[in-house]
């Protein structure tokens, strides 16, 4: 087995003659926490795409695992350990947080083996630990729907969590949140770091220093730099590529 | 898991059984006859709100599978009446059937009419009721299968399950030597259970039905309560989603959809028994649409709730009817109900009692006061 969870080799797509993401190489090791950063356009979701299976990609090849998925259909790669937070929230506006939690932790597609009431003790503790975890716990009776934005998307997090995904990518995960929402966000990744492989697309300077351990930088489909935080804000090509913007936050 | 004994919803259910199995105590056994129709209505009511308000799929055909199960027990019940045992053959013979039979055909029930050999086994009751339930579940688990297997949702369930009742009600009407038309099947015997014959008007034939009410709300209850019934709500809010997590979306709402035509069939078999008659009018539109204003009006997001509602609106019907005044008045009072329960309950007199509940109990707390508790 591979030391990392998550690999892509000069993957890369065209549209057209358009090459919005061009060969690039990441390794993101096992429990690790990296942060894509780069300006509008840069690719970053695009890459997610080739990665979840939303985008084939043209070239290249994504590993889990070591394990090569590249350009499987995108409910596959999903059931091989790759969970993707959905861009618009979908949870199941009619139930309480706890079903939301319990309805995403399947074991049985079919509807008579789940005829039963009540689940294992071992699932029960589980689904309170994730609710815990994206610090839901006072809402466990909540309707979905009641739910603030920052809420939703916790809960998001939790679902896709309780299905014990290899990595997890989140696009944006604070987009439209509150200051105090971020803050909480960013507790809540700082809990996952160590245990949970994620990668994460985000535009916040704050909350990429909240967080972040290793930075990758995209420009124009290709990795323009890698390091801490500490290393990424004094790089020279990345504030070039900025044109000279004093502070990476303006992108 | 909470204690059961501090769960209001166990106590609202208790209550209401109470009441029903006290109401013989009233001595009243013209009212108690047209209560236990009702108490079949109030089934149907249940039955809508396990599709409407668990699965989304607003079925405006129910009344098929109340007019399925009605027929199935109407069959024996007319075979088992005086004027088809007279008929001077060895079987009984349905009285419509020798008015329609060609002059010199057999008397028989294998061939009086086209097709009338299909009586034959409804000579037995219990066949009967078997098919009251087996048929409607056949039917819902073939359109089941067609409607949710296409992904076929929302309205257009609805428009299907019309047009389908609709259908019904042709070809049950142009069966005329099979099913004695528009008229339906009327005259009919009593059911024979293990000896006992039930008279609509009997004490027993009520506790008969109110039992088998007791058992269908257990079990539709238990049923939603199940993961099964959990994601069955998932699927309501998001198909896509619930397909997404690896979900059978088709056979929960198939299943469901089965589940609540043979609560329908039963509700349809045990009308019979009580009204002694099953006519095309179960058809009808109006009859299915009124089921979903019962379920509507009781709240279709609770299974006693939707089956109160239909209980209360036809005894209040019933009470209306008595007073010459309210007769004509009736109908529009319902359509005004109907009407405000919608804008302002739309969750129903259900859903109404369930936030009372929760405020009295401090459970109830809108998200909105919540924030500023802790700001
Ligand atoms: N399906 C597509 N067809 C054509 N161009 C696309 C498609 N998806 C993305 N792009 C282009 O690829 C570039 C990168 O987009 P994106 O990955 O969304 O950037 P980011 O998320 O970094 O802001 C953009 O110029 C965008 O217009
Ligand atoms: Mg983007």
């Known amino acids: 087995m591979s030391v990392y969870a998550l690999e892509t080799e000069a993957l890369g797509v065209s549209f057209g003659r358009f090459r919005a993401v061009d060969g690039v190489s990441l390794k993101v090791a096992k429990g690790e926490l990296r942060v894509l950063l780069g300006a509008n356009g840069a690719g970053k979701t695009t890459l997610m795409d080739l990665i979840s299976g939303r985008t084939r990609s043209t070239s290249g090849r994504v590993l889990l695992n070591g394990r090569d998925v590249t350009n499987l259909r995108e409910y596959r790669i999903a059931r091989a350990g790759i969970g993707r937070k959905f861009q618009i929230p979908s949870i199941f506006t009619g139930l309480t947080v706890r079903q939301n939690i319990e309805v995403a932790q399947s074991h049985h597609p079919g509807v008579f083996s789940n005829l039963r009431i009540g689940r294992s003790a071992a699932d029960r ?127 | ?113 086209p097709g009338s050999w299909l009586w034959i086994p409804f000579q037995s009751q219990w066949f009967g009721v078997a098919m009251a339930i087996i048929a409607p579940v056949i039917v819902a688990t073939l359109l089941g299968r067609l409607i949710f297997g296409q992904r076929i949702s929302g309205v257009f369930v609805s428009i299907i399950t019309l047009a ?56 539709a209850r238990l049923l939603v ?22 979900y ?22 045990l009308y019979v028994v009580v009204a002694e008659f099953a006519s095309p009018s179960f058809l009808d539109l109006t009859f299915s649409v009124s089921m979903v204003v019962w379920a509507a009006v009781g709240g279709r997001g609770s299974i006693l709730g939707a089956c109160i509602g239909a209980i209360l609106i036809n005894v209040l019907e019933a009470r209306a009817s008595e007073t010459e005044a309210l007769v004509e008045a009736w109908k529009a009072i319902v359509g005004l109900v109907f009407v405000l329960v919608v804008i302002w309950l739309p969750q129903g007199l259900g859903g109404f009692a369930h936030d009372m509940m929760r405020r009295l109990t401090g459970r109830w707390r809108p998200e909105a006061l919540k924030q500023e508790v802790r700001q």
């Open chain 2, 248 to 269: 059978d979306v088709p056979a929960y709402q198939t299943f469901f959809f089965a589940v609540s035509a043979a609560i329908s069939g039963l509700a349809g078999m």
């Open chain 1, 125 to 251: 503790a589980r689904v309170e630990e994730v609710i815990d975890l994206v610090g839901l716990s006072d809402q466990m009776k909540t309707e979905a729907g009641t739910l603030s934005h920052g809420q939703i998307q916790w809960l998001e997090l939790g679902m896709l969590m309780i299905q014990s995904p290899d990595v997890i990518l989140l696009d944006e995960p604070t987009a439209g949140m509150t200051q105090a929402e971020t803050g909480k966000t960013a507790a809540i990744i700082n809990r996952l770091k160590g245990n949970q492989t994620m990668l994460v697309v985000e535009h916040d300077m704050a909350f990429v220093r909240d967080i972040a351990e290793k930075i990758t930088v995209l420009h124009l489909g290709r990795v323009l730099a890698e390091g801490t935080v500490a290393e990424i804000e004094s790089d020279a090509a990345v504030r070039a590529a900025y044109l000279g913007s004093q502070e990476i936050s303006a992108c």
């Open chain 2, 164 to 219: 389908l009742v609709l259908l019904a009600r042709l070809l049950l009407v142009d069966a005329q030597p099979l099913t004695n038309g528009f008229n339906g099947l009327t005259d009919l015997g009593y059911f024979n259970l293990f000896g006992t014959e039930l008279d609509p008007y009997a004490v027993t034939t009520y506790y008969v039905i109110t039992i088998a009410l007791i058992v269908v709300l257990v079990l």
């Open chain 2, 225 to 246: 309560a199940t993961r099964a019934g959990t994601v069955l709500q998932a699927t309501r809010d998001s198909q896509t989603r619930a397909l997404y997590l690896g």
């Open chain 2, 1 to 113: 898991m909470t204690s059961l004994l501090t769960n209001y919803r166990i106590w609202a259910y208790l209550l209401f059984f109470a009441v029903l199995l006290a109401l013989p105590l009233t001595g009243d056994d013209f009212w108690l006859n047209r209560v236990a129709k009702y108490l079949c209505f109030g089934m149907l009511g249940a039955a809508i709100a396990l599709t409407w308000g668990y699965a989304g799929v607003l079925n405006l055909g129910q009344g098929l599978f109340f007019g399925l199960g009605a027929y199935a027990m109407a069959m024996p019940l007319k075979l088992a009446s005086y004027t088809s045992l007279q008929q001077g053959s060895d079987q009984p013979v349905p009285d419509f059937m020798l008015w329609n039979a060609q002059p010199g055909a057999s008397t028989d029930l294998c061939c009086i009419t």
